[in-house]
Each structure stands twice: as C-alpha cells, then as structure tokens.
C-alpha cells in the first residue's frame, strides 16, 4: 500500500463503527489500567501494524484515541489508559465504569505513526507515550534491526511495563526515572544520530517540543512524533480566509468556524456535494491560485501536492487568499 | 420499549410498484421506520424509507453488513447466480483495502485525462442527433453516449462482443430480485446467456483490457502487490456490471424529467453549466436504483422494532429522496436549482458509489452540450417506462427536438 493508499484506508475504516467487548481488564500501576478487546460474537478484528490506534466511543458520549499496544498477531486488541484527573471525562469514566463484558463501539485502526523500515532506531516514550512503542520494539526486534530505548517517567511505580521491559531486553531499554535522576537531558538523548538511523517518539508535548528545538541535526524525515492529543482534526487554530471566485472577481470571506462550501453556496452559487466529510470528491474544485490546506480523503498526497483541486466541503486555505474556479 | 413492526400489503416488485414506485415509497414512509412488505415469491423482506433511518442504518456497516449479498439472497446460505462482488458484497476489514485500489484508480487525475474525451464525444452524439431530430431518445441519447466513452476509457474492454454489454447489466439487475414470473418471462427472453456471461469474464482478464483504461489500472494494482491475481477480474466485472445501466438510466430520466418540466428546461438552457445540477436533482427525484440492500450481522432493532439476525433489508433510496422530513414541503418538485446534496440514489459512506465521479462527468458533457445546442425537445410518442427488479428507467423514449 502506498502512503496515499493507508491514507485512503485510514479514512473510510473512519466511519465504520467495530462493536468490542472488554474481554479483561488488568490495574497496571495505580493510575493505568489495561483493557483486551475483542469483537462481538468473537468475530475477527481488523489486522493493525504498529504505531496504529483506535478511536473508544464510550457509553458516556465521549470519544478518544488510544494506541493499540499488544502484539498485532495476537485475536484481541489491548490499549493502556492513564487515569487523567484534568481530562475531559474520557479516562476516569474507563478506570470507574469500563469492566469486563462491557461492550463498546470503536473505529480504527488507523496508523499515523508507522514504523518504517531502517537498520536502526532509536525510541523514545515519555509516561503513557510507551504505547505505541511496545509493538515497534517487538517489530524492530523481529526485522532484525538495532534499536536503542529510553523510556521516561515521573516515579517508578508510575511506568506501566517498566520491568518487563528492562529485563527481556538487556541493555537496550533505559529507563529515566525524574524523581531518582531529575529531568532528562533531551540533547544528550539526541546526540549522535547514526547512518539510517530513525527517532521515533511518543509522550507530553513538553517532551517532543523539546526533541522538535533539539532535533535540527538529525536528516530531514528521520523523526517521527505520536502527539496523543485527540487525533480528531483540531479546527481551534482555525482562521478566517478568503476566496476570490474566478468567474465574477468576487471575494467571500470564509469565518474560522465555516467550510468554504457554505460560505460560496450562501453567496447564490449553486455546488454539488455529497458526504461534506472529505471522503466522496463530489465537491471538487479547481484551485487557480494560492495554497491548500488539503484535509480529505481522496486526493493522493501527490495531487494534494500538485494543489490543482480541492474538496471545499473540508479543506481550508494555507494562505490569506484562495482563488478558485468558480 | 419494542414496538412490533408495521405491515404492508405491497408487493415491491409487483409491475405496478416497478412502473410507478411513488404511491409505495409514500406508504413506506407513513408506515413507520421499518415495514414488512409482502412478497410473493417467499422473501421475507423489510422496507425502510425513512431519510434519516436509511442514513443511520448505511453509515453503521459493522452491524448491517454487504456481504450477506446486494440482492435478495442471504448468501451466507444462498448459492448466487455469480460470485460475489468484492466490492459491493464485501464487509471491512476485507472491503477497507479493495476500496481504497478502486479509490485511486477512479482518482481526479485519471478523470481529468478523459475531460476532453468525454466533451468530443458529447458534441458527436448530439451533432447526430441534430441530424436526426425525431429518434428514441433511450437508444441514441442515454445508451448512446455511455457506450461510446465508458467501453474504452473506463472497463477497458475489447471491441469485439460489445452487444454482450447491456445483456449483461439487464441479467445482473434482473437477477439480483426475487425471481417473480415477470423476472423469468424477461430473463427468459433473453434466451442463451452463457455466451454474454463468457465475453464478460474474458474481457475481465489482465491479457483483454485496453492499456491506459480504468481497467488496466485495477490490473496494475495486482503488480503492485494491492490486489491478487484473483481479485482483479472480479473488481473489473464491477466496472462492467455497475457502471454502465445506471449511468444510461440516470441520463434518460433526467431528459424525461426535463421534458415534463419546462420551467426547468428553459433554466438549463439559459445556465447549460447546470447540466450536472439537473442530473443529481434526477437522482433526488427518480433514483435510478430502486432498493440498496443489507443484513443485519446480528439480533438489533430499528428505531426500538426489532429485527433479526440474516433479515434483509431493503433501503428505499427512492423514499428517503422525497422524505418531506429531510426535503421540505417542495419535496416532490423537480428543481434543479435545488441543493440536492445528501440526496441517498448513490449509497453513503464506505460503500459510496465509487463510480459517481464517472458519471457526473458524463452527465455534466452530455447534458450542457444538449442544452447548449437544443432550443426545443417534447416527446414524439409516450414513453414506455422499463419493469426491472433494481433500476428505474425507460424501454423507450421517443423525442423530438429542434436546434438553437
């Protein structure tokens, strides 16, 4: 599959709702508990690769992402959930109400973070940001690659894994425990990157803003970040744009909280459109001039590239005006 | 609360609901979320309608699924009368994959190289029909044009054997219904089908599609290692099978409709760029197939009625396009100026039709070059509306147009 491809099939598995039941639940530390899922009526789950996570619909109405962490080659589906007392609700309703038989809805997987082939790398979890790096270890391990792991956390008792993981893998996984050591030195975590070498790293924004200040040195496209912010498309940092209409010389102002498509069919101009979620191309449009802030799912990422035509029923401006053909 | 499900003594495909489905899609939708229609030949079919039921059930395919089959057999049980289409008869995770390989073969950059083509093609078919100003508009204008740009550019398939072309798609949507004495007289008429079956499956093959189709880009997906060797005739049979009936009905009834509807034409005439309007409101107003079909995976209800594990479900596109819940009063009204966008006659989510695109490109040239070049058209003889278990259309349509 080509990256489009994933991209395309991350999309459409979007909107499929997968019925699970909690088939055990397991208090890893005091704060994170563990869940395997499995599908109703014991049916087959969709197959995963590392990196990749789920979205949990909870009975309580909220809805977050959480990094398969299990083997991919095992029936059920396992994620970790930290008990997050400043959250929205979604982590305390899992620790307090999510029990074994407890059927859910989820969607996924979806993989923004994969592993991709190298002869080294160099793995890097803060706290709950051990996730996704659980299967990456094993994946690594099994294509043979050298790999090296720090994985950080505020106390020992706090790190799920933490003793599996430094006595199956020897030498290979440090851990940095910030009440024995202090804060851990991101430069030196980052010195010295090797011919091939691939950073991969999950954890607190703190810790990958710090890796993004430090990391100039390593080649570009050799690090790669999971934010475990809800991957849901944040449209907060949202603005309001403009588009010019090529035909009329008309300008519309398109507000931070509007698509482009309400905007321009509110202006009298007729526009097809079908899904209004990026995944049809029904609402295609040519771009005459200015950039995309392309955010569907149907262009390759070789013709968002190409910035020729946009799905206006998603997509945004990447500049203070869009002229498009209309 | 469960609520038992309402009846209905309606046969859905009686020759009085195919020629006119309007009165049954109005009883379906008074009735209540999910009905029970009568069946004569031992389906125990349900009917939903409703705009918003019909939406809740197609965006939810973990628990109405398409593998159970697009017809009326449940082909966890049933033998069907052709293997199963890996995309339209497929559940995720298996469809997932499949979907994304038609995705980028029917991607904005392919379409974009057949524009041209599309557009000379238009302007040939209508100079004929100029020529011949009185003509049933059913074979020289809404087949005509589909089989003059969809065989090359889009299946691929050879020259020779094209008549095997709408056989094959009136077998496939005759087939996929209850086998009632009209659907056996109709298919019986047919007389031998294997020959067409054959030139079906051959033209299927990596070594038969034209290089540079949509066809041969399926096949080099399997180079790719995106599909198998046994996947891609069956995805290049779905090009074949679903991508050229509807697109040919969908043109007659919108012209049908244009006809019976001047204030529109003159519209059209005056904006021809709105081409692609009035044939997506054509797809709102008469949607070309007639029942979307899916099963429950397992025991759930409807709306609080429930239904049963392997109970087919039939959505009524047709319904849930005139719902005056989701449409408005003006429901029933013919306007092309109309946002017709969410309208159900292509399915929704995962399973969209993934040959949309195609078609409106083929609506958006052949009906502006119509309405570009056409000052008049009125029909020259009644209509004879076509009985078929899956599509709505025309047999024939006989016109009469004049030139600007």
Known sequence: MTVADTLLASARTMEVEIPVVVARRRRVTADIVRLWLIGVDARPLPSWTPGAHIDVLLPNGTERQYSLCGDPSDEEWSIMVLREPQGRGGSQYVHDAVWTGQKLKVRGPRNHFALDPAPRYRFLAGGIGITPILPMLREAEAAGAEWSLTYCGRSRQGMACAEELTVGHGGRVRLHVDSEQGVPDVAALLSDPRPGELLYACGPNSMLEAIERMGAHWPKGSIHFERFSAVTRDTTADTEFEVELASSGKVLTVPADRSILDVVRESGIQMLSSCQEGTCGTCETAVVSGQVDHRDAVLSKEEQEENEVMMVCVSRAACPRLVLDL | ?404
């Open chain 2, 1 to 404: 609360m469960t609520t038992t499900m309402p009846e209905l003594d309606l046969d859905p495909f009686s020759d009085e609901v195919l020629r006119d489905p309007g009165d049954f899609h109005r009883a379906v939708l008074d009735a209540g979320p999910v009905v029970r229609v009568r069946q004569s030949e031992g389906f125990r079919l349900v009917a939903v309608g409703r705009y918003a039921t019909v939406k809740a059930i197609i965006e939810n395919p973990a628990m109405f699924l398409n593998s159970r089959g697009g017809g009326v057999l449940d082909l966890k049980y049933d033998e069907s009368f052709r293997e199963p289409g890996l995309l339209a008869e497929n559940d995720p995770p298996a469809h997932t994959a499949i979907k994304s390989v038609m995705t980028s073969v029917i991607a904005p950059r392919n379409l974009r190289r057949m524009r041209d083509d599309f557009q000379t093609a238009a302007d040939e078919i209508v100079d004929r029909l100029l020529d011949m100003r009185t003509f049933d508009a059913q074979i020289h204008f809404a087949e005509a044009y589909p089989l003059r740009v969809i065989p090359d550019a889009v299946m691929g398939v050879r020259q020779e054997g094209r008549e095997h072309l709408l056989r094959y798609s009136k077998f496939l949507f005759e087939s996929m219904g209850p086998r009632t004495p009209r659907a056996k007289r109709a298919l019986a008429e047919m007389g031998d089908l294997e020959p067409t079956i054959s030139w079906v499956r051959d033209s299927c093959r990596r070594e038969n599609v034209q290089p540079g189709s949509f066809g041969a880009l399926i096949w080099d997906a399997v180079d790719r290692g995106e599909l198998t060797d046994a996947q891609a005739p069956n995805l290049v049979r779905s090009l074949v099978g679903a991508g050229i009936d509807t697109t040919i009905h969908s043109l007659a009834n919108t012209l049908y409709l244009l006809i019976t509807n001047p204030d529109q034409w003159a519209l059209l005439r005056e904006q021809p760029a709105r081409g692609k309007f009035a044939f997506d409101e054509t797809l709102r107003h008469t949607s070309t197939v007639r029942q979307i079909i899916r099963t429950p995976a397992e025991d759930t209800d409807i709306e609080g009625i429930p239904v049963t594990e392997g109970q087919k479900i039939m959505l009524l596109p047709g319904a849930a396009n005139r719902d005056p819940d989701r449409w408005g009063e003006t429901a029933d009204r013919f306007d092309i100026t109309r946002d017709a966008g969410g309208h159900m006659a292509l399915g929704r989510g995962i399973h969209q039709c993934v040959g949309a695109p195609i078609a409106r490109l083929e609506a958006d040239a052949l009906l502006s070059t119509f309405a570009r070049r056409v000052k008049s058209v009125e029909f020259a003889d009644t209509p004879r509306p076509m009985v078929n278990n899956f599509l709505r259309g025309f047999d024939t349509l006989p016109v009469t147009i004049t030139p600007v």
